[in-house]
């Protein structure tokens, strides 16, 4: 089959960048990867890219196609060539490009040293003779995902809290986090927590799940975070503004079936600060964006709020071992009620489901 590419080149001499197109005959069965050898050996040896394994173990070849991280070795170009698409190959996002496809992986290194991504044990070695320590296939089921992890970086290079502020951990080096907080075998478990709720960690993640959405193993870092922030606040770690937002957040929509936003404020940044705030405030309370708080507007349907947060908090009272994201809950009580009939249909990961990556294309042409 032919297919066809355009790759953004970076000459690292003259620091100019180029949108090269190049076109190669490759078997229907080639990966972005081989197609970017066969480019390499038979139209341009200059160009530069990393790979190792070429079997989505390494994590060497992360980059984006159309403007969404990929590992070149997992991505077939047969339906892409069919389509006579020709996609847009760049380095990938939020690391420093060093040349064309190749990026700077110090800053990811950095931050994944950063959560010490090693087992600080917290048993006794057994005495001579004594049978060794066991952990149960259970306790290490907690951090299955997580362990999956090859450190390529896809998740990173499509993070918008990184984009916004390179200083934030961000997804590889939070889940990698949790694959630690979550290890039976860890002595260092609060300590980790209070360190990855400082600024810069745990909540400072927006929540945007793009790192979910293009991570190609599976390890579901939004995941890891939220389950990082269950367990932080479990364990009375709360100081950062994110975990005093998260529960009041969770206390409003209990009591009220409604985010109460004029009290999510002062229970969220404390009466000092806001009382800084009250210009803007009045601003807005010009406008009607400011509801008076009393008396406290009661949803119609709070019932089904209530039930649903009982629902979750029941999968979620164990912190990193239960199930903290609410989609499962929603499974649970779809088949209750119509209105998630249309959810049903669609399953959690279906169309619709996340916030499709940026890609540059045509308004409303399928790019993935
Ligand atoms: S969900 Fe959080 S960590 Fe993941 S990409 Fe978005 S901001 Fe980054
Ligand atoms: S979490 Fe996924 S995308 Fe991120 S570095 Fe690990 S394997 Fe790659
Ligand atoms: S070459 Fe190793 S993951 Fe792609």
């Known amino acids: 089959?032919?297919?066809?590419?355009?790759?953004?080149?970076?000459?690292?001499?003259?620091?100019?960048?180029?949108?090269k197109e190049?076109?190669?005959?490759?078997?229907?069965?080639?990966?972005?990867?081989?197609?970017?050898?066969?480019?390499?050996?038979?139209?341009?040896?200059?160009?530069?890219?990393?790979?190792?394994?070429?079997?989505?173990?390494?994590?060497?070849?992360?980059?984006?196609?159309?403007?969404?991280?990929?590992?070149?070795?997992?991505?077939?170009?047969?339906d892409v060539a069919q389509a006579g698409h020709v996609p847009v190959i760049s380095a990938m996002g939020n690391l420093p490009v060093v040349k064309d496809l190749v990026v700077d992986m110090q800053p990811f290194w950095d931050k994944i040293r950063a959560v010490k991504p090693w087992v600080e044990p917290g048993y006794e070695a057994p005495a001579p003779g004594d049978k060794e320590n066991v952990v149960s296939a259970e306790q290490m089921a907690t951090i299955h995902k997580e362990s999956l992890c090859i450190l390529c970086g896809c998740c990173v290079s499509e993070c918008n809290s990184m984009e916004a502020n390179p200083d934030f951990l961000g997804p590889a080096a939070l889940a990698k986090g949790m694959r630690f907080v979550g290890d039976a075998r860890d002595g260092q478990t609060v300590e980790r927590l209070e360190e990855l709720s400082?600024?810069?960690?745990?909540?400072?993640?927006?929540?945007?799940?793009?790192?979910?959405?293009r991570c190609p193993k599976g390890v579901d870092p939004r995941d890891a975070i939220a389950k990082l922030g269950a367990e932080a606040i479990r364990e009375g770690i709360d100081r950062d503004m994110?975990?005093?937002?998260?529960?009041?957040?969770?206390?409003?929509?209990?009591?009220?079936?409604?985010?109460?936003?004029?009290?999510?404020?002062?229970?969220?940044?404390?009466?000092?600060?806001?009382?800084?705030?009250?210009?803007?405030?009045?601003?807005?309370?010009?406008?009607?964006?400011?509801?008076?708080?009393?008396p406290p507007h009661v949803a119609k349907d709070v019932d089904e709020s209530r039930s649903l947060h009982d629902i979750v908090k029941k999968q979620d009272q164990r912190g990193a071992q239960g199930i903290v994201q609410g989609e499962r809950a929603l499974g649970r009580i779809e088949p209750h009620h119509d209105t998630y009939a249309a959810a049903a249909e669609r399953g959690p990961y279906g169309p619709g489901s996340f916030p499709k990556p940026y890609l540059p294309g045509e308004e409303g042409e399928e790019t993935t």
């Not at 032919?2 to 949108?19: C, I, M, N, P, Y």
């Not at 050996?41 to 790979?51: E, F, T, W």
């Not at 999510?264 to 010009?286: C, E, I, N, S, Y």
Request: overall charge positive; some cysteine; charged content about 30%.
């Open 22 to 78: 190049y076109e190669v005959d490759a078997p229907e069965e080639a990966t972005l990867l081989d197609v970017l050898d066969l480019v390499k050996d038979k139209v341009d040896g200059s160009l530069a890219y990393r790979r190792s394994c070429r079997m989505m173990i390494c994590g060497s070849c992360g980059m984006r196609m159309d403007g969404a991280a990929v590992l070149a070795c997992k991505t077939r170009m047969y």
């Open 1 to 19: 089959m032919q297919v066809g590419l355009k790759v953004w080149r970076f000459d690292t001499k003259t620091a100019e960048r180029a949108l």
């Open 242 to 294: 994110g975990a005093k937002h998260a529960k009041w957040f969770v206390k409003s929509a209990k009591t009220t079936g409604w985010l109460r936003e004029t009290e999510l404020v002062p229970k969220t940044q404390g009466v000092v600060r806001t009382l800084k705030d009250v210009k803007f405030g009045m601003k807005l309370a010009k406008h009607g964006k400011v509801p008076p708080p009393f």
């Open 198 to 213: 400082e600024p810069n960690g745990v909540w400072d993640c927006t929540r945007c799940y793009f790192c979910q959405e």
